[in-house]
């Protein structure tokens, strides 16, 4: 998972749900529903949804599962679900 982590989406070009283009040192961040790379505005609405947080209870749990990290970790994936991050 850190392959796909470092090499596929920390520098998205585009965010899946809006179209809207990422520049290399704008904020995106992880969807907890389908991991893709999304911008700010989107993860709002992803928010708003009634089983948001039940949603991102089963993905901590799962993502620590397959990483064998806490989800705070800021070296990890499953850390970037919840705080923004930029292509560096």
Request: glycine residues 4%; hydrophobic residues 25%.
């Amino acid at each position: 998972m850190k392959d796909t982590w470092e090499n596929v989406i920390s520098c998205a070009t585009k965010c899946p749900r809006c179209e809207k283009d990422f520049l290399a040192k704008e904020q995106r961040i992880l969807s907890v529903i389908d991991h893709e790379p999304i911008c700010l505005d989107c993860k709002k609405e992803e928010e708003k949804r009634p089983d948001y947080e039940e949603i991102s209870r089963k993905m901590i749990g799962t993502c620590m599962a397959e990483t064998e990290q806490m989800w705070g970790d800021p070296g990890g994936y499953c850390f970037y679900h919840f705080y923004p991050y930029t292509c560096s």
